[in-house]
Structures are given as structure tokens and as C-alpha cells.
């Protein structure tokens, strides 16, 4: 019996079957792997601008079997590896047996001493007997095979690779060429401004496609096709019922994640049967993730009560009537009360009627006192009041401007006049150095005007053209 269980182990690595690693146990399991070969699609007679939806079917498609982890196999698939291991370990054994028979004929024709034929003939005859009853054995041996092997890609694909379609006959060689049990092809097609896409599934056990299904699509509805094609195909993959989940949530509002993917509410349903790792997270909420087993036509009812983070609560005021916005949205009017989860961090703005603003950020889980202002208002203008106050800086000086150029003339007027009198009348008393000053007191002040107008007119000129497109400028 020992033996036995040596020859069966051996049939393992016989390419009809999985090369999976059975766990050592007294009993020995047969295949606790379901191997599945994808093929690439054939995309040939798509239009250029369309074969790129080949490679991007294949990928989803194998996406969504990592997803799928076990398959339950049918009576008449177990049965099919059960005589096929029987089998495989029958001829095994048979030709052990036959080649012992012939090593015992040709025992005789060695010329070996009659002691030593004798002794080397009790041998084989010893052999002989035991692989005897070890075929017979073979016929009554008890064989179990893995009733829900782990579904795994054959090793060309888990290379990123994707061997070609199988020519119609060839598929049982390509299974046995990539160590698999079972072979998908996808195919796509146009048809009259649409595209057919048909997939199917062959199976060494029952040596033929068990499973077929097309869909018509436009290019547009690609994305929905795809997940029409692949849900169906996936549970004949899996040859599992499907499990029914309810998950009753506190609060109500909250977001579920299966796996990994979000849903807003669960109730009734469908998952694949496996583990499935559950998420609920609601604002203000501690997530919880529990891991739960979904079993095949059953259902699961999942009751989560979701502990709330401690909350901090603040009043935002102002030292007059303001808008409070938490971010872009608007909270209301000061004085507001606001409430801040303690693992979350607020980011407050205050806008007062006349446009100015003041902003602060605030961490839920930090101390904070009943009533806490934000910081003052800063010292804002609007832009149309800072252009106002422009313009009125550039007509000043150019009112300061015009006023010292007349006084500026008047002195040197007087100045020459004063010049041209002591020329004519050198007996007259003049304050000659007076008036000089105020002449040349009165163009300096004259050119810090011009120099104010300039100043005033380029600050008011670029302020007022700022935003405007150079081509209206």
C-alpha cells in the first residue's frame, strides 16, 4: 500500500493534471489546484482603432479571476481525475512490472554462477510478486480528489504572457503544454458597426467547451459590456452558488468596502463564496474591518455599530457681522457654533462685509477652549478701493504739479526783473540772495512734483492695466 501511494503521488507531475503541492498526510490528495490557461484574444478582423479593447478585455478578465479563490468540482469531474489517476498509476506500475519480468528472463543468459543465479532469481521473483499485487491493489485503492481546489493562472501567465488561440482540435494540447486544466479564448469581432465578443471555456475533463457566451456592443458601451461578459463567466469558473451579504450599519450613512471596493449599501447582495474582507467608515467614525466567510448559498448578516471619534466644539466670532467658511463651504454667520472631529483638522475662513478676511487651522484633537476667535482681521483692501486710492495719489501731485510750476516761474520773474533793476540803478537796495533762494527753492520743488506726477501716473497706469490682455493694452 505504501507503494501505492508512492505511484499515485508520482501521477501527479503527468501533464493531464495540476502540478500543485499537496500538503503530507496519510491520505493523499489529487489535484488541489484547478489550473486555468488564458489564450489571447483574437482581435484580428477589428478595425486598427479597435484592437486595443483585445488586450484590455484580457486584463480585466484576469483581474477578476484573482478574485475567484476556489472551484467546486462536479461528480463527474472528480470521477474523471479519479480514473485518470488510477490509470496513470497503472501504467506506472505495469511497466515497473513488465520491466522486472524481462530482467528475470534475461537472468538466465548471464552466465552468473548457479549460487548466484539462484539467489538474484528468489530476488526478483520477490519484486515481481509485490508489483503484482500492487496492480491489483491499484483497482481497489481509495483516490480523493481535491473536491474544492484553489484556482490559480498557468505559469505563462502569471509572466504577463498569453500563449496564441487554439486552432479547433488543439485544444487539449495546449492545456497539457502550459500544465493546465482548463483553457478560456475570447474572441472579438465586427459586426455591421458593432462588435461581438464571445468567450469560452474548455475543460480537459469533459474534453470539450462547457462554457459559451457572446454579447453586441458599441465602442461607447465597452465598459458595461465587459462587466456583463465577465460576471457570468467568472461563476462558471467558479461552478459555485453564489453568497448573499447584509451588512446593517450604525450610522446608516456610511461606505462599505468588500474586498476592496466601495459600495454605498449592502443589502441582498451577491458576492463569490471565500473571504471577504468587510470595511465601514462613516465622517466622524472610527472604521471598523472585519473578515467574515461567505459560503456558498448562504447568507451572511453582518451588524456593525461604529464608535464615534470625541468631537471638539468651538464658537468662531469676529468683531463684526462676518461669513464663516469651512473651506469653500459656507458654515453661516458669526457668532457660529462648530463642531470638529478630534481626528480631523479644520481649516476656518472668516470674510466680513466689506471684503476683508481672516483664516485659521484648527486640529480637532488639540485642546481648545469654549470660545476661541480666530485671529484679527488683517489689514485688507479691495482691489477697486486700492485703485480708487491710486487715482487719487496721481491727481494730487498732478494738482501739486501745476501749482509749483506757476510759483516757480513768478520767482524767476521776479528774480530777473530784480537782476535787470540793479543793473539800471545801482543805488537801490536789493535783498538779492532772498530772492535767488526763493527761485531756486521753488524749481527744486517744482521738479519733486514733476517727479511725484511720473511716480504716481506709472503706479496708477500698471495697477489699473493688471489683468488686462497685452493686445487691449
Same mark, same amino acid.
Given at each position: ?8 503521488a508520482l501521477t501527479?507531475?503527468? !501533464?493531464?493534471?495540476?502540478q500543485?503541492?499537496?500538503e503530507?498526510t496519510e ?5 488541489p ?8 484574444c483574437?482581435?484580428?478582423?477589428? !478595425? ?7 488586450s ?9 479571476l ?8 462536479s ?8 480514473v485518470a489517476a488510477?490509470?496513470?498509476?497503472r501504467t ?10 524481462l530482467e528475470? *528472463?534475461?537472468l538466465f ?17 520477490k519484486?515481481?510478486e ?7 491493489n491499484?483497482?481497489? /485503492?481509495?483516490?480523493t480528489?481535491?473536491?474544492r ?10 509572466q ?5 488561440p487554439?486552432?479547433?482540435?488543439f ?7 502550459n500544465?493546465?486544466?482548463? =483553457?478560456?479564448?475570447?474572441? =472579438?469581432?465586427p ?5 461581438v ?8 475533463a469533459?474534453?470539450a467547451y ?9 465602442l461607447e *458601451? ?5 462587466e456583463?461578459l465577465?460576471?457570468p463567466?467568472?461563476? /462558471?469558473?467558479?461552478?459555485?452558488? !453564489? ?9 446608516a450613512?456610511?461606505?462599505v468596502?468588500?474586498?476592496g471596493v =466601495?459600495v ?15 470595511s465601514v467608515?462613516?465622517?466622524g467614525?472610527?472604521t ?6 461567505l ?6 448578516? =453582518?451588524f456593525v455599530?461604529l ?5 471638539r ?12 467658511y ?5 458654515l453661516?454667520?458669526? !457668532? ?10 479644520e481649516?476656518?475662513?472668516?470674510e466680513?462685509? *466689506?471684503?476683508r478676511?481672516a ?12 470660545a ?9 483692501t479691495?482691489?477697486?478701493?486700492e ?12 494738482g ?6 506757476p510759483i516757480?516761474?513768478?520767482a524767476?520773474?521776479?528774480?530777473s526783473?530784480?537782476?535787470v533793476?540793479?543793473?539800471?540803478f ?7 540772495p ?8 521753488s524749481w527744486?520743488l517744482?521738479g ?22 497685452s493686445t487691449?493694452?
Amino acid at each position: 500500500m505504501y507503494y501505492l501511494l508512492i505511484v499515485c503521488a508520482l501521477t501527479v507531475t503527468v !501533464p493531464v493534471f495540476s502540478q500543485g503541492n499537496a500538503e503530507e498526510t496519510e491520505e493523499t490528495i489529487l489535484n488541489p489546484e484547478w489550473v486555468l490557461c488564458v489564450t489571447a484574444c483574437e482581435y484580428s478582423s477589428l !478595425p486598427l482603432a479597435q484592437q486595443y479593447l483585445g488586450s484590455l478585455y484580457i486584463r480585466s478578465i484576469v483581474y477578476n479571476l484573482g478574485k475567484v479563490q476556489h472551484r467546486a468540482r462536479s461528480s463527474a469531474e472528480r470521477e474523471y481525475y479519479t480514473v485518470a489517476a488510477r490509470n496513470s498509476a497503472r501504467t506506472v506500475a505495469a511497466r515497473e512490472l513488465a520491466a522486472k519480468r524481462l530482467e528475470r *528472463d534475461q537472468l538466465f543468459f548471464r552466465g552468473n554462477s548457479q549460487q548466484a543465479y539462484k539467489k538474484a532469481l528468489k530476488t526478483l521473483d520477490k519484486t515481481i510478486e509485490t508489483l503484482e499485487q500492487t496492480v491489483l491493489n491499484i483497482e481497489t /485503492a481509495p483516490l480523493t480528489v481535491e473536491p474544492r481546489p484553489q484556482i490559480r493562472l498557468a505559469t505563462v501567465n502569471e509572466q504577463q504572457h498569453y500563449p496564441p488561440p487554439p486552432r479547433p482540435g488543439f485544444e487539449g494540447s495546449v492545456c497539457v503544454a502550459n500544465g493546465a486544466d482548463a =483553457l478560456l479564448s475570447l474572441s =472579438l469581432s465586427p459586426f455591421h458597426g458593432r462588435i461581438v465578443a464571445t468567450i469560452k471555456l474548455w475543460t480537459i475533463a469533459s474534453a470539450a467547451y462547457t462554457y459559451e457566451d457572446s454579447i453586441l456592443f458599441s465602442l461607447e *458601451d465597452s465598459t458595461e459590456a465587459l462587466e456583463e461578459l465577465i460576471t457570468p463567466f467568472i461563476a /462558471a469558473v467558479s461552478a459555485e452558488a !453564489p453568497a448573499t451579504l447584509n451588512v446593517h450599519t450604525t450610522p446608516a450613512d456610511t461606505l462599505v468596502s468588500v474586498n476592496g471596493v =466601495l459600495v454605498r449599501d449592502i443589502k441582498n447582495e451577491k458576492f463569490m463564496p471565500g473571504t471577504a474582507e468587510i470595511s465601514v467608515s462613516a465622517d466622524g467614525y472610527e472604521t471598523n474591518t472585519t473578515v467574515v466567510e461567505l459560503k456558498s448559498e448562504e447568507l451572511t448578516e =453582518l451588524f456593525v455599530d461604529l464608535r464615534p471619534f470625541g468631537n471638539r466644539s468651538l464658537i468662531v466670532d469676529a468683531q463684526q457681522p462676518s461669513r464663516v467658511y469651512r473651506g469653500s463651504e459656507y458654515l453661516g454667520d458669526t !457668532p457660529l457654533h462648530v463642531t470638529i472631529p478630534a481626528d480631523q483638522t479644520e481649516y476656518l475662513r472668516l470674510e466680513s462685509m *466689506d471684503g476683508r478676511t481672516a483664516s485659521a487651522i484648527i486640529e480637532g484633537g488639540a485642546p481648545l477652549s469654549n470660545a476661541t476667535a480666530l485671529k484679527p482681521f488683517l489689514n485688507y483692501t479691495s482691489p477697486q478701493a486700492e485703485l480708487e486710492k491710486k487715482r487719487r495719489q496721481f491727481y494730487n501731485a498732478f494738482g501739486r504739479f501745476w501749482l509749483t510750476l506757476p510759483i516757480a516761474i513768478l520767482a524767476t520773474g521776479i528774480n530777473s526783473s530784480e537782476t535787470v533793476a540793479g543793473n539800471l540803478f545801482p543805488n537801490i537796495q536789493l535783498n538779492r540772495p532772498l530772492t535767488m533762494s526763493i527761485t531756486v527753492g521753488s524749481w527744486v520743488l517744482f521738479g519733486l512734483t514733476t517727479a511725484e506726477v511720473i511716480y504716481r501716473a506709472s503706479r496708477y497706469i500698471g495697477f489699473a492695466s493688471e489683468g488686462v490682455p497685452s493686445t487691449i493694452r
